[in-house]
């Protein structure tokens, strides 16, 4: 957390929402999931076109249990921006890794 802390008060808007996104995806990891959606409201209130936010906003919701509102929220963000691993499978995966370390899931691993 500390090093969000730096990036947050740096004021650099990118990094400031990429910085609260993160901050949100752990805030939920926690079960803090007001805190975390706060911060991915404010991730998204910097820049309204930022993707990433939609999925923080979902993972948030479902860490509180709002399971058809967190729905709509990854929904929208794989309307507006359909990529690998993004979603729920790559917060989840980040998230994971956060916790239990390890490679990166559904990608082959590579030599050193």
């Known amino acids: 957390m500390r090093l969000l802390a730096v990036a947050l008060s740096g004021g650099y808007p990118d990094s400031e929402k990429y910085a609260l996104n993160s901050k949100s995806f752990i805030l939920a990891f926690r079960g ?44 929208l963000g794989v309307e507006r921006d359909p990529d690998f691993n993004v979603g729920y499978s790559g917060g989840l995966s980040a998230l994971l890794r956060l916790r239990h370390g390890g490679p990166r899931l559904w990608l082959p691993e590579v030599d050193g």
Not at 59 to 72: F, N, T, V
């Open 32 to 75: 803090q999931s007001e805190e975390a959606l706060s911060a991915s409201d404010q991730a998204w209130a910097i820049d309204r076109n930022f993707v990433p936010a939609e999925y923080s906003r979902a993972i948030a919701l479902l860490a509180g249990g709002r399971k058809e509102e967190a729905l709509a929220a990854a929904k």
